[in-house]
């Protein structure tokens, strides 16, 4: 946490012209973990010594932790909801057949007791006095003898044992491609606590939050097994699959792997006696490892050719976005899809290279957004995912695809997805806590497809190249803290010079949609109507039966400001023209012409996210 410290000092004069809110604190977390694993009964005995700092201004009488494990039960919440939702993750329910009538059931429901997943805590320690706790679902409750002071560091040891559950969500043993441990959410995690007071969402389904810490974690296992992890391996020459020939210091059968990571808040590992690893460093000094199973050929060379091609991603984001803070990355095979944590993510690896890389390209874009900046994941999931999306798309773009003419928007898939949302009569405001929507199908689209395209869309108010330094003014300003989306909001703003209220509370708050039109044309004039109730800035793009075209700029009133030119090649030698101001009161707007027009077209880069384009354009 001294790290975190330091930079707080170093840049707290420059923080208050960008909008830093100057009341700004976090928690301080540091682990100690020792693991000791049975590959038999898929068990582990774990203890932990946590060191604590309150920061708040306030005292603390209790303290949570989570127990995420606990939610692979019959009878859990995440269990119920999967009963209940319309349309549960396929990866977490069985298909079955009843009187002819096809039903999904949850295979939690479905678990022995040897199969299910549990956190069972022993004891906890309160700065070396035993205290009593409390196990609700998935949240420990701990009461404290004395409260935790403002400003104090206190000590918690807790021991326990935990049964990894069959892999259905995340976390799990035997996963379908034979990834025996798959250590996600995995110890009990001391819940966030920040301006906002705790936060204790049961494990339902979503993602997280936690404070930044630092991790000291020795996970002792069958010899035989290959470990990938978060953090940076202290001892490679002392077990298997780093070095050609290690000197395994062995303790009963079993080889001690020694992890250390600094300023993250999550820690995650997977273990297999059949992982094979390999690593290559990116320009810019990030070492990526890869660690996965070798099944065939195939994919070998899929994970090879990932391999080079993640280590140019992490170049480009840094450039980007903001340099990788770490000094490792770690790409492992397990789970059930993709989830990403502290410097490593879990993916499933049996993919067609396009897929492999797009996958490692959106968990690895996760280290700005979510890890980076510790976004509350559970309240502004459109946050995490969409600008994650946003970053993966535009990587695969410049990186995998390579296109010789770039695409004016480059995350079109985002926006035709986000159309099939806004026209599907389930939508639901994209600030809905993530665990509260109605079905999976309204939660991806909001998260990932809407919140690429608030982004993309930003760009095209603000313009595109503000866009860019919006992204790395951010990174400067909220890099290892805990950032809102209205924090991401005041940056923007500082950095354009334009109020973007409106555009944040009605994209993000309602389901209300953008629908523009080209109305009449005359020899004097161009009609624009806002069929909608969203309104936005146009720019319109007129050619002249002459040959000659004009782009017209439509600011809106609430902007206060208008956007600078953009450099797009259909705009070079095109001139300008900044028209007077649109209320969004006002439905239609008249640009004013001098010469016959031949064609007129509203958003020629695609940028706006109007929901229905067939009217946008009109050829006379």
């Known amino acids: 946490m001294k790290q975190t410290i330091i930079y707080l000092l170093l840049t707290a004069v420059s923080l208050a012209s960008y909008g830093q809110r100057k009341t700004y604190w976090q928690q301080d977390v540091d682990y100690t973990m020792d693991i000791d694993v049975n590959e038999k009964t898929y068990q582990y005995d774990g203890k932990m010594k946590l060191k604590y700092g309150n920061n708040s201004g306030q005292e603390l009488s209790k303290v949570y932790f989570h127990l995420y494990f606990n939610a692979f039960q019959p009878g859990s919440m995440m269990d119920e909801r999967l009963k209940n939702i319309s349309d549960p993750d396929a990866r977490m329910v069985t298909k079955k057949v009843i009187d002819g009538i096809s039903k999904s059931e949850s295979r939690i429901a479905e678990l022995k007791p040897e199969q299910i997943g549990f956190q069972k805590i022993k004891s906890v320690k309160y700065n070396g006095q035993a205290v009593s706790f409390k196990e609700d679902g998935t949240i420990l409750e701990v009461s404290l003898p004395s409260s935790i002071k403002d400003g104090a560091t206190v000590e918690f040891d807790l021991e326990w044992q935990a049964q990894v559950p069959e892999q259905i969500r995340r976390s799990g043993r035997n996963s379908k491609e034979g990834v025996a441990f798959s250590m996600t959410q995995w110890y009990p995690k001391m819940a966030h606590f920040d301006e906002f007071g705790w936060h204790l969402d049961e494990y339902v389904g979503r993602e997280f939050i936690a404070p930044f810490g630092d991790f000291d974690v020795t996970i002792h296992i069958n010899k035989d097994y290959v470990i990938g992890s978060s953090g940076k391996l202290q001892n490679p020459s002392e ?17 001690s792997w020694h992890y250390k990571a600094k300023n993250i808040h999550d820690f995650a590992w997977a273990a297999d006696p059949k992982f094979v690893v390999d690593s290559a460093k990116s320009k810019g000094g990030v070492q990526v490892y890869t660690v996965y199973l070798p099944t065939d050929g195939t994919i070998v060379s899929n994970w090879k050719q990932a391999l080079g091609l993640a280590t140019e991603f992490f170049d480009f984001t840094g450039q980007h976005f903001g340099a990788y803070p770490w000094e490792t990355y770690t790409i492992v095979q397990g789970g059930d899809g993709g989830m990403e944590y502290g410097t490593v993510t879990l993916i499933t690896g049996g993919r067609n290279l396009k897929s492999l890389v797009g996958v490692i390209y959106h968990e690895a874009a996760h280290s700005w957004y979510q890890h980076l900046f510790g976004i509350n994941e559970t309240v502004d999931e459109w946050m995490d995912e969409g600008f994650t999306s946003y970053i993966e798309e535009l990587a695969l ?7 010789q003419a770039k695409a004016l928007n480059p995350i079109g898939a985002a926006y035709l997805a986000y159309y099939r949302l806004a026209n599907s009569k389930v939508e639901e405001p994209m600030s809905l806590l993530a665990d509260y929507y109605n079905t999976n199908f309204a939660y ?8 690429a395209v608030l982004a993309e869309q930003l760009g095209y108010i603000i313009g595109k190249e503000n866009l860019q330094k919006t992204f790395l003014k951010f990174y400067d300003l909220w890099k290892f803290k805990h950032p809102t989306p209205n924090d991401f909001k005041r940056v923007a703003e500082d950095v354009s010079g334009i109020n973007l209220k409106w555009y944040f509370n009605l994209f993000i708050n309602t389901t209300r949609k953008i629908d523009y039109a080209v109305g009449n044309v ?13 309104a936005m800035p146009i720019d319109l793009l007129v050619e002249y039966q002459d040959g000659t075209k004009e782009l017209f700029y439509i600011p809106l009133r609430e902007m206060r400001a208008d ?4 450099g ?5 030698g095109v ?13 239609t707007y008249v640009v ?14 695609k940028r706006l996210a109007d929901v229905d384009q067939e009217d946008n354009k009109k050829t006379l």
């Open 239 to 255: 077990v298997k699959g780093y070095v050609s020939k290690p000197k395994l210091k062995l303790n009963k059968n079993k080889a």
């Open 397 to 403: 773009t410049e990186l995998f695809v390579r296109p």
């Open 444 to 451: 991806s689209n909001e998260a990932y497809n809407k919140g």
């Open 522 to 534: 005359t020899g004097t004039g161009i009609e624009v109507v806002n069929k909608s109730n969203l």
């Open 563 to 566: 956007k600078p030119a953009e």
């Open 568 to 572: 797009f090649d259909i705009y070079n």
């Open 575 to 587: 001139k300008r023209t900044v028209l007077t101001d649109w209320f969004w009161t006002q439905p």
């Open 592 to 605: 004013p012409v001098s010469k016959a027009v031949k064609s007129v077209e509203i958003d020629p880069t």
